[in-house]
């Protein structure tokens, strides 16, 4: 089979080493992919939403899989552009639907979704230009801390926990008045601040079945103790320590399942990864948001940690025998700590030399994932805000962790950091 992965990330970057080890994946691509995907298979200098572009390479290379990395093309409908084209409707695309996208696309659609189908979330009220006044006296009225969601997607910055109504007021001016992020935020949901501990699931799904094939704690904050702003992860664990069989089954039958119904119900085309965002609030699981893709730096966790070919995964997700696969995972805990530049999530700079790649690698079980890179002559440099991950594994959690650290750190380039707390609430 010949296998085109899109995006450039650490997602990606995983998704290529996984996919790579199938005795069915003949010829890799990865458009655009980076340095860590050149060395796996083929890189094509085609953007994500390049549709045009990304269908001649397909039609080039004789592909029969697409798996589809990041939100964007999806919600721009990268599923129904190669489906509705009768040269490509053959490939197995996997990723939702532009409509069934909708999930992650408008948080406004997947609120409305999860209501219609009794799936636990925090309560919540949409507000638009139209109805503004309205907003301003639901803010002033609600509970602190109150939570502010632009709609659409803004590259993961459309989310505000103010602690204050001014500062709840102040964001929901920007957002609907000053269109803060465009298009995105002249709808926002304001609901419920859930207290708990965040932890990601995630299942492949073909519309009708579903299976799980994996989940992990992500590190959102840039500063230990999970302090400072939001970054796209720090850092994750898996398995994680509280998702025992006792929890995973209130995930399973309280949100898993409705949700996976409801799509089925409600006819949307669906084959493809469902990013659970969970809290844990006391022992019960609420949805934050659903994400349509796999997360990162979660798959760098969870692809190490399933035993499970992946591309007999999608291609049972294609063929409507997703339900007879069995799931099997590594019994050994993962962690995963990201590197990024010195001044991430605000500026940074670029273009700096990252050495010790090689010998990070050569760290038995570690795994070095690529995703803030480029190629700078004969070197590899820095090229974003989180440039790389290492994952290892350890027969403990804290052992993983470790073997990450002791894999990054013979890695190096100019103004590196990481949290070297991934995982501190379940040491021993
Ligand atoms: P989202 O873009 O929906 O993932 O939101 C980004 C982050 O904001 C989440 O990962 C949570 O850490 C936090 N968050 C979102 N919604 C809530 C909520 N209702 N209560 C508490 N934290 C939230
Ligand atoms: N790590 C969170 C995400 O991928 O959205």
Not at 21 to 28: A, F, I, T
Not at 274 to 295: H, Q, T
Not at 309 to 335: K, M, P, Q, R, W
Request: proline letters at 4%; one cysteine or more; hydrophobic letters at 40%.
């Amino acid at each position: 089979m010949n296998i085109l992965i899109i995006g450039s990330g650490g997602r990606e970057h995983a998704l290529a080493w996984k996919m790579a080890q199938s005795h069915h994946c003949d010829n890799l691509f990865i458009a655009p992919g980076n340095p860590g995907t050149a060395s796996i298979g083929t890189n094509v200098a085609i953007q994500v939403n390049d549709f045009v572009g990304l269908k001649n390479c397909v039609l080039e290379n004789a592909i029969d899989m697409i798996v589809v990395g990041p939100e964007d093309p999806l919600v721009n409908g990268i599923y129904d552009y190669f489906l509705k084209d009768e040269d490509t409707q053959h490939v197995n695309v996997i990723g939702p639907s532009a409509e069934a996208a909708q999930l992650e696309g408008s948080k406004a659609f997947s609120k409305h979704f999860m209501q219609r189908h009794d799936i636990p979330t925090a309560s919540y009220a949409e507000f638009t230009h139209a109805n503004y006044d309205q907003g301003v006296e639901y803010i002033k009225n609600h509970t602190l801390p109150i939570v502010l969601k632009a709609d659409g997607l803004a590259a993961g910055k459309g989310v505000i926990i103010a602690f204050t109504h001014e500062e709840a007021l102040t964001s929901f001016e920007e957002m609907i008045q000053n269109k803060q992020f465009g298009e995105a935020s002249s709808k926002v949901v304001i609901e419920q601040f859930l207290e708990g501990i965040e932890v990601s699931v995630f299942a492949l799904t073909d519309g009708f079945n579903y299976q799980i094939i994996g989940h992990a704690k992500d590190y959102k904050r840039i500063g230990e103790g999970d302090t400072g702003l939001n970054t796209g992860g720090m850092g994750c664990v898996s398995p994680v320590p509280f998702m025992d069989k006792v929890f995973m089954q209130k995930v399973e039958e309280r949100i898993i399942k409705p949700t996976i119904k409801g799509i089925q119900s409600e006819n949307l085309v669906y084959k493809g990864f469902v990013f659970f965002g969970l809290m844990n609030c006391g022992g019960e699981p609420y949805v934050i948001e659903y994400n349509c893709r796999l997360g990162d730096p979660e798959t760098e966790v969870i692809l190490p940690r399933l035993q499970t070919d992946l591309v007999s995964l999608l291609a049972a997700a294609d063929n409507g025998t997703l339900e007879d696969v069995n799931i099997e995972y590594h019994n050994a805990s993962f962690a995963t700590v990201m590197a990024v530049s010195g001044g991430y999530p605000g500026d940074y700079q670029k273009g700096y030399t990252i050495h010790g790649l090689t010998e990070a690698a050569t760290i038995p079980g570690a795994l070095v994932f690529q995703a803030g890179t480029t190629f700078k002559e004969s070197e590899i440099v820095t090229n974003g805000g989180r440039v790389l991950t290492t994952t290892a594994q350890g027969e403990q959690l804290q052992e993983a962790v470790e073997n990450a650290q002791k894999a990054l750190s013979k890695i190096c380039f100019e103004g590196m950091y990481f949290r070297k707390d991934i995982g501190y609430e379940f040491k021993p």
